[in-house]
């Protein structure tokens, strides 16, 4: 079992920044896919980044072209943790931000989700 906390949402002027945090505890996040969503009511959920398990050979990540250049996902393996750094926000990024989990790399779906966490950009 792994379980995710997600922190560092919060209430922005578009152009500014948040760096999003998710804690994993029971599993070193290391050796798992780690990625983040992003929902708004009434849509569906979004794919935003991820980050391949350590283990594959280079640095395997991936975005969703509407954040590649101002969003960077990156891992602290002291910490247990990955980050969303996201820079130069814009209104339409506003959404509840899910951190996720999988054993497989870069896979379809993800096994274990956080609670999310709120991100509002004002315009």
């Known amino acids: 079992q792994v379980q995710l906390v997600e922190s560092g949402g919060g209430l922005v002027q578009a152009g500014g920044s948040l760096r999003l945090s998710c804690a994993a505890s029971?599993?070193?996040?290391?050796?798992?896919?780690m990625g983040w969503f992003r929902q708004t009511p009434g849509k569906e959920r979004e794919f935003v980044a991820a980050?391949?398990?350590?283990?594959?050979?280079?640095?395997?990540?991936d975005y969703a072209d509407s954040v590649k250049g101002r969003f960077t996902i990156f891992r602290d393996n002291t910490k247990n943790t990955v980050y969303l750094q996201m820079n130069t926000l814009k209104p339409e990024d506003t959404a509840i931000y899910y951190c996720a989990a999988d054993p497989r790399f870069l896979p379809p779906g993800y096994t274990y989700w956080g609670q999310g966490t709120q991100v509002t950009v004002s315009s």
């Open positions: 980050i391949a398990p350590i283990s594959w050979s280079g640095t395997n990540i």
């Open positions: 029971g599993r070193t996040v290391s050796s798992f896919t």
